[in-house]
C-alpha cells in the first residue's frame, strides 16, 4: 500500500467518476501535490482498465465499478496492486461513505445523487462537479451538508470563480453576482439559420473541448440556466441577485458585484485543473499545471446581455427556479431527452426549449408542486420528467411526420 | 459635542487632508456610514473655510491648518460649533498622533511624511493616499507600521485593487500582479507628435479628473512606475512580479495571478469612493455610496503592454526601484520639477524623462547610495533631487534659449 506514513497533513480524497474528464484533470493536480494528496476510492461506471490505470496511478486504497458487470475486468487489471476491487451500486455507495478530507462528486446524471449524499452524510467536504445534485435535489442537498457541517465546493468553473471572489463572511454586501457564458456557437445566428441547426453545428462549442449533451446545453444556454439554479443552492442568492452576460471569450468566468462598488472576478484559460485545484487545495492556494493565461495576448474581453429571444432556455430556467424544486428537477430531466432527440434528428434544434416547456407543463398539471424530500422522491421526480419529454417528442415527432406525410 | 456615547463598534477616524479630492470622497463615505464612524481630526494645508465647512459636517473634534496664518480665518469659521482649532505643523503632528482606529493620510506631497508617521506610531492603521510615504522612503514606513503592528490600506484604486484580491495568508501563492494603466492622453500618440505635445493634451485624462501634475504623470505612464515601487513596498513583491498593463477603459484597476492559474481581479467604475469605502469599512464591506459600473454597458475591456519606447518613465522607475531607496526618493522629487518645468513651458514633454534621468545620474556620481533612514534623510534627499532637477532643466532651457539664438 503505498499510501501509509503519510505525512499528518495530507489530504485524502476519493473521487467518484475518475475515468472521466473531470476525474482526468483531478489525477494531474493530485499527482502535481506529491505528498500533500492521499487518494483513498477512485470509481467509474464500467470501464474497468481505465479505473485500474487511475487507480494505480494514483495509489488508490480502493477502486469501485457502478456496473457488476466489470467486476471481473476490474479485478484483473488490478492483480497485485493491492488495491481492493468492488463492483455494483451498493459497494459505490460503501465506498463514497468512506471517512476522507474531500470527496470530487464527478459522477454525471441522476446516478451521482446517491453516492454523492453519502459521502456528505459520512462527513466528508465535497468538490461538487455533480449538477443534478443541486438542480434536481437542490435544498436537500444544502441542508445534508448543512446538517453534517461539510462545505460544498463549487467544481463548476463559473461557480468556483464565484466561489473565489466571494466573501461569505456577509451575505449582505453582495448585490449580486454574475455567471458568464460563451454564447455557444450560435451566439450570432439568425432565429432561421438556428432553425435548421444540426447535432453537428450545436456540438462545436468555441471554446471548451466538452461532451455533445453538455455542448448542446451550451448551445442552448440551458446550461447556464441550469448553473444560475446551482448558484442560487450554492450561494443562497436570491433569483434576481444571479446574472448571466455573454462573454464569447470565456476567460472571466464569474463576477461578484458588491453594495460598496467594487466588483471582484475570476479569469483563467479555459482549463478544468484550475477551478478542480481551488477545491483540492482550499483553504489553501498552492502551485497546480495549468494552461497559463496572458491578458495581454487575449487583448479583447467582452461582455454582453443575452438575447432571451433566440436562447428562450435561460428564461425558462429562471421560471422553473421561481417555481420551485420540483421544476429544477423536470426541468433537467426533459432536457436530457429533448437534447438526445435533437442530436437522434427527432426533433429540430428550436423544439428543445419547447419540448422541455411542454414536460414542465404536464408535470404541473400532474400535481406535481414539491421539492423532492428524499433521494427517492427526486429520482422519481427525475423519471416523470423523462417520460413526459418523451411523450412531448413523440407527439412533435408524429406532427412532423405528418406534416412530411400531408 | 456629537460624538459622545458612541455605539461601541464606532470607527474613529482622522483625516490628514481633508479638503482635497479624497478628502471629500472620504466624507461622503463617512456621512453614508452614520453611526459606524465618527471622525477625530480634520486637517487642511491653508483653507480654512473648507476645513470648517468640512469639519461641521463630519461632526469631527478637532480641525488643524498647517499654515499658522490661516488659523484666525479657522477659530472664526468654527466660532461656537465645539471643535477644537489650531495650526501649524507642531500642532498638525500632535494631532495626526491622536489614537484614532483609522487615518486616512490623504496630504499631498512629501509634506505627508510627518503627520503619517506619527499615526502610525500612535497605533492608527492607515488608509494610505499619500505615494510619498512609500516612494520616498518605503522601507522606512513599512518598517514603522510593522513595528506599531498596524495595517497599510491602499487607497490608490490600482493598490486598492490588488489589496482587495490578494491573499495575503500565503504570499508563495502570488505568481504576479499587474496594476492597470489608463494610457492616458498619448497612448495612441507617435513620439513626433508626442515630441510637440502642449500641458494643455498632456493634462487632458481620459477616465479620470485630477489634478495637473498628476494628469501629466498619468500621461507619462511615471505615475504607473511610482505606482509600482509602492505595490513592492506594500505587498512585498519583487519588481519582476509586479507587471503594468495599458487598459484604456480604467475598468479593471488591478490584477493577481496566483501559482494556481487563477487570476482574480478588482474593478469598479472610477470613482474614489469605492477604494475609499473599502479601507474605511475593513475588515468589513458594507454599502457605500458610488457610481455603479454596468459591465454589458462597458461591452468591451481591452488590455495592451505598454510601449516603453514611447514611455520609457516606466523603465525610468524600474530602474529606480532596483536601484533602492535613494533612487525612488530622487526619481520622484525630480518628477516634480520636470513636470513643473514642462507645465511651465521651460522643457518640452519628451524631456521629463531625461531631466529625472539627469538628476538621479547626477544623485549617484554625488554619491548617494544608501535608502533614508529618517524622515530627515529623506526630506534632504526630496531637496537634493529638487535641486538637481533644476539645474538639469536650467542647462537644457539654457540649451533651447542657445539652439534658438544660433
Redesign the interface.
Known amino acids: 500500500m503505498v499510501n501509509e506514513d503519510l505525512p499528518p497533513t495530507t489530504k485524502r480524497i476519493s473521487i467518484l467518476g475518475a475515468t472521466g474528464s473531470i476525474g482526468k484533470s483531478a489525477s494531474d493536480v493530485i499527482l502535481a501535490g506529491g505528498e500533500a494528496f492521499s487518494v483513498e476510492v477512485v470509481t467509474a461506471d464500467r470501464n474497468a482498465v481505465a479505473l485500474a490505470e487511475t487507480a494505480r496511478a494514483l495509489g488508490a486504497n480502493c477502486a469501485v465499478v457502478a456496473d457488476p458487470a466489470a467486476e471481473p475486468a476490474l479485478a484483473e487489471a488490478l492483480a497485485g496492486s493491492g488495491i481492493e476491487a468492488s463492483a455494483g451500486r451498493e459497494a459505490l455507495i460503501e465506498a463514497a461513505a468512506r471517512p476522507v478530507d474531500i470527496t470530487l462528486a464527478a459522477i454525471v446524471g441522476a446516478a451521482g445523487l446517491a453516492p454523492t449524499l453519502a459521502a456528505i452524510e459520512a462527513g466528508s467536504d465535497i468538490a461538487l462537479a455533480n449538477k443534478e445534485c443541486l438542480v434536481s435535489a437542490g435544498a436537500l442537498f444544502v441542508a445534508a451538508a448543512e446538517k453534517a457541517g461539510v462545505k460544498l465546493l463549487p467544481v463548476d468553473s463559473e461557480h468556483n470563480a464565484i466561489f473565489?471572489?466571494l466573501?461569505s463572511r456577509?451575505p449582505n454586501?453582495v448585490e449580486k453576482i454574475?455567471l458568464t457564458a460563451s454564447g455557444g456557437p450560435f451566439r450570432t445566428w439568425s432565429l432561421e439559420d438556428m432553425a435548421r441547426a444540426t447535432p453537428k453545428d450545436a456540438v462545436a462549442h468555441p471554446n471548451w473541448s466538452m461532451g455533445q449533451k453538455i455542448s448542446v446545453d451550451s448551445s442552448t444556454l440551458l446550461n447556464k440556466g441550469l448553473e444560475v439554479i446551482e448558484a442560487h443552492y450554492l450561494f443562497d442568492l436570491a433569483p434576481d441577485q444571479i446574472e448571466v452576460?455573454v462573454h464569447p471569450q470565456s476567460i472571466?468566468h464569474g463576477?461578484v458585484?458588491?453594495?460598496?462598488?467594487?466588483?471582484?472576478?475570476?479569469?483563467?484559460?479555459p482549463?478544468m485543473?484550475?477551478p478542480i485545484?481551488?477545491c483540492l487545495?482550499w483553504p489553501?492556494?498552492?502551485?497546480?499545471p495549468?494552461?497559463?493565461?496572458d491578458?495581454?495576448e487575449?487583448?479583447?474581453?467582452?461582455?454582453?446581455?443575452p438575447d432571451t429571444e433566440r436562447f428562450p432556455a435561460l428564461t425558462l430556467a429562471r421560471d422553473a427556479l421561481e417555481r420551485g424544486g420540483f421544476a429544477t428537477n423536470i426541468l433537467n430531466a426533459a432536457n436530457e431527452i429533448a437534447v438526445e432527440a435533437f442530436l437522434n434528428s427527432q426533433i429540430g434544434y428550436l423544439e428543445i426549449v419547447p419540448v422541455i416547456a411542454e414536460a414542465l407543463g404536464r408535470a404541473e398539471s400532474a400535481g406535481f408542486r414539491a421539492a423532492p424530500e428524499s433521494l427517492g422522491d427526486a429520482l422519481v421526480m427525475d423519471d416523470e420528467g423523462r417520460r413526459l419529454a418523451r411523450e412531448a417528442v413523440t407527439s412533435r415527432s408524429g406532427r412532423q411526420s405528418t406534416a412530411g406525410a400531408g
Open positions: 473565489q471572489v466573501d456577509d454586501s454574475v452576460l472571466v463576477l458585484a458588491y453594495r460598496d462598488g467594487s466588483v471582484l472576478a475570476q479569469m483563467s484559460a482549463d485543473r484550475v485545484a481551488n487545495w489553501e492556494r498552492k502551485s497546480a495549468h494552461k497559463s493565461l491578458i495581454a487575449v487583448a479583447s474581453l467582452t461582455f454582453e446581455r
